[in-house]
């Protein structure tokens, strides 16, 4: 798992390893990693001319002590965007016979020279700005990150320069790196998802500082993946497994009854129970022979895909009373789509309110409409996803829930603050297709009535959800249909590992 520590934390425990190490061993630590990271691209992609654009302070000392060890494996050339350099970094570079081209960094456009060099670079390494940079990119360092050819590989020190530390302030004007190499742990950039578009590739290097504190957000790998799914042993039957009910489907959108079930009994799940109106009921049993229609005994519920909510109510009144019933329950649930908005009146109204172990669901403009409902302020989908943790923590505090907020960069946020936020970035763009919430939520029913936490489920539906996109059509469009019967195979996968 990556766990991401606040910017203070890593520097406290940076400042413990310099007072008991040598003077400068801790900056070439990270040198040496980056340099290692340098040469392998390089390798693999044949590249043999390597730009260093270095600013002032550590992360410009990061580079330069790299640019002097790959000197001996590429034709390198740096790029200096600084009043003053690291003074031992920019010795050992020119020691080593690097080329050097210093720049004003005042300049609002760039030497021809420096447009020469970065021109025929096939690896450009950004050591501009580090961890205590502003936001943003000003001068001739946004000139110089202007003139990077498009096909050069981009490889940021640390983080992406302009980008905000914190992952808080959107990255309006930053670098968009194709790999980010960081130094002893992730930082908030790397994994929030204001900031983590920009980072690219991530690769954290272990330069021996340990970071004491709590983390601040966290992602699963998909090494983490076989200590969390849940392997049916030789004693186990379908109830033991788990029982799933699914209440979703209408007759304006009946493909999500299939879909949402047809995901969960591919994840695994020992039983489903369908509950929706009967033509699509019959259209699921066509999918899904396997489902049986009716109530009876489950371990979790799927509650909403594909029912439409006008005025709080559905087409099918029976929907809504099982709604009613499930909310009033214990037993664990995923609330989708109409669900979450019939959720959010019937909290407002205080009729209703989740106790058991819920996960919800909602992209952008349902959690919008979800806060405007409990909140009763007018919260817009722009500013959820300028603030996307703020505000999938507001909607799951208010709830008591675990918000699964969907996206590029998934958001899963528990009630308790003191809880790391998690996010998730397995999935393809080709993934957002009309459907493919519908396999989310059946994907993490599976899991609940395993009994996975509502967190787990959601951390762990992401990423297969994700990985299943990219294994059903890898690099070209799918459908939802295809990303749920890939579900099996990803799994499988996942737990040879």
């Not at 914190?166 to 900031?195: I, R, S």
């Not at 070209?476 to 019967?485: E, F, Q, W």
Request: glycine share 10%; with cysteine; charged share 20%.
């Amino acid at each position: 798992m990556l766990q991401a520590y606040a910017v203070p934390d890593v520097r406290e425990a940076e400042a413990r390893v310099l007072e008991s190490s040598a003077e400068g061993e801790l900056m070439l630590r990270a040198a040496r990693g980056l340099a290692d990271v340098v040469r392998a691209r390089c390798e693999e992609r044949g590249a043999h001319r390597v730009v260093v654009l270095a600013g002032p302070g550590h992360n410009g000392g990061d580079a330069l002590h790299a640019a002097a060890m790959l000197s001996d494996h590429a034709e390198v050339a740096v790029v200096g965007l600084a009043a003053e350099l690291h003074a031992g970094a920019e010795q050992a570079a020119r020691s080593a016979g690097v080329v050097m081209e210093a720049v004003d960094p005042d300049l609002a456009e760039v030497p021809e020279a420096v447009h020469a060099l970065l021109a025929g670079a096939d690896v450009v390494v950004d050591g501009l700005l580090g961890l205590g940079g502003r936001p943003g990119l000003q001068g001739a360092m946004r000139a110089v990150l202007d003139a990077v050819p498009d096909a050069a590989y981009l490889v940021a020190v640390d983080l992406p320069s302009g980008a905000d530390p914190e992952g808080a302030a959107p990255p309006e004007d930053c670098v968009h790196a194709d790999e980010t190499v960081t130094f002893a742990v992730p930082k908030p950039v790397h994994l929030l998802p204001v900031t983590a578009p920009a980072v690219g590739r991530l690769t954290v290097v272990d330069i021996g500082v340990r970071v004491d504190a709590e983390p601040v957000a966290e992602r699963l790998l998909p090494e983490d993946v076989a200590g969390l799914w849940p392997v049916p042993t030789a004693s186990d039957d379908k109830y033991r497994r788990g029982v799933l009910g699914v209440i979703a489907g209408s007759a304006d959108y009946p493909g999500a009854a299939v879909l949402c079930t047809t995901a969960a009994l591919e994840a695994g799940v020992g039983m489903v129970r369908y509950l929706g109106p009967d033509p699509v009921r019959d259209l699921v049993l066509a999918a899904c022979p396997e489902v049986v229609p009716g109530q009876g005994r489950i371990q979790a519920m799927v509650m909403g895909p594909g029912v439409p909510v006008q005025g709080g109510e559905t087409g099918d009144r029976r929907q809504i009373q099982w709604f009613r019933q499930a909310l009033a329950s214990d037993v664990p649930l995923v609330v989708d789509a109409g669900a979450l908005q019939l959720l959010g009146h019937w909290q407002r109204t205080g009729h209703l309110r989740c106790e058991a172990p819920t996960l919800l669901t909602p992209h952008a403009g349902e959690l919008a409409s979800l806060l405007t409902e409990l909140r009763d302020e007018e919260v817009s989908r722009e500013q959820v996803e300028a603030e996307p943790v703020r505000h999938a923590r507001r909607a799951a505090r208010s709830t008591g829930a675990v918000v699964l907020l969907k996206g590029a960069t998934t958001v899963i946020a528990d009630p308790d603050p003191g809880v790391p936020v998690r996010t998730q970035t397995d999935a393809p763009a080709w993934l957002s297709t009309a459907g493919a919430g519908d396999v989310l939520a059946g994907l993490c029913g599976a899991l609940l009535a395993a009994g996975l936490s509502p967190r787990d489920a959601g951390s762990l539906g992401a990423l297969v959800h994700g990985r299943a996109a990219h294994r059903a059509n890898p690099g070209g469009p799918v459908r939802a249909t295809a990303v749920a019967r890939a579900i099996p195979g990803v799994v499988s996968e996942l737990l040879r590992r």
